[in-house]
């Protein structure tokens, strides 16, 4: 059965750099119908989608939101069976819970449905 | 970046009626080349992740109840509970799939009356 896991710092300073994994078990991240993505959610507000790796190929190719471009990294693992997310110069606002999530291939460029998540961890940050 | 805007925002249904969450995109996620609408519902109870219930507009996932449906096109959705149940208390969220940046509805709260 297809288990993600966020794992990761729940508390980073203000300025510092917020680094997640999410672990798979049950499927690879090689699996060339499947993208694998980050997706956030801060306190009681809504879902913001981070970005996406594609490891179906031999290396990673991630996709990104324009927004959070300029800060973020997403890589992957195959021989964990792990992908990661770096998000640097974090302020309060990048407090939230951060969900790793299985990501259906519809097309290119990164895009497809969320079908499988995981449980999301939260982050705090403040200094 | 596609808006998505879903109405309304809260709703309080009576047990065994029905719910009706409207999702409005500012651009259509229709694809010409394989006439799909690139749209899911998502549902999400308090302290847990959102659960997909349905994609491509209108495609239930394997092991959702057949009391929620999915219909629209182009850029007017709608997901329905034909009988509201009290374990559909939740949050459910649309989300455009068709174009980066990926985008979410900001959700819309469905509570038992």
């Known amino acids: 059965q297809l288990q993600l896991q966020e794992s990761g710092p729940g508390l980073v300073k203000p300025s510092e750099t917020l680094s997640l994994t999410c672990t798979v078990s049950g499927d690879s991240i090689r699996s060339s119908a499947y993208y694998w993505g980050w997706i956030r959610q801060p306190p009681g507000k809504g879902l913001e989608w981070i970005g996406t790796v594609d490891y179906s190929g031999s290396s990673g190719s991630a996709y990104y939101h324009p927004s959070l471009k300029s800060r973020v990294a997403i890589s992957a693992d195959a021989s964990k069976n792990q992908f990661s997310l770096k998000v640097n110069s974090v302020t309060a606002t990048d407090t939230a819970v951060y969900f790793c999530?299985?990501?259906?291939?519809?097309?290119?460029?990164?895009?497809?449905?969320?079908?499988?998540w995981g449980q999301g961890t939260l982050v705090t940050v403040s200094s | 970046d596609i808006v998505m805007t879903q109405s309304p925002d809260s709703l309080a249904v009576s047990l065994g009626e029905r719910a009706t969450i409207n999702c409005k995109s500012s651009q259509s996620v229709l694809y010409s080349f394989d006439n799909k609408n690139y749209l899911a519902w998502y549902q999400q109870k308090p302290g847990q992740p959102p659960k997909l219930l349905i994609s491509w507009a209108s495609t239930r996932e394997s092991g959702v109840p057949d009391r929620f449906s999915g219909s629209g096109s182009g850029t007017d959705f709608t997901l329905s509970i034909s009988s509201l149940q009290a374990e559909d208390v939740a949050v459910y969220y649309c989300?455009?799939?068709?174009?980066?940046?990926?985008?979410f509805g900001q959700g819309t709260k469905v509570e038992i009356k």
């Open positions: 989300h455009q799939y068709s174009s980066s940046p990926l985008t």
């Open positions: 999530a299985r990501q259906v291939q519809t097309g290119s460029l990164g895009r497809g449905n969320f079908d499988l």
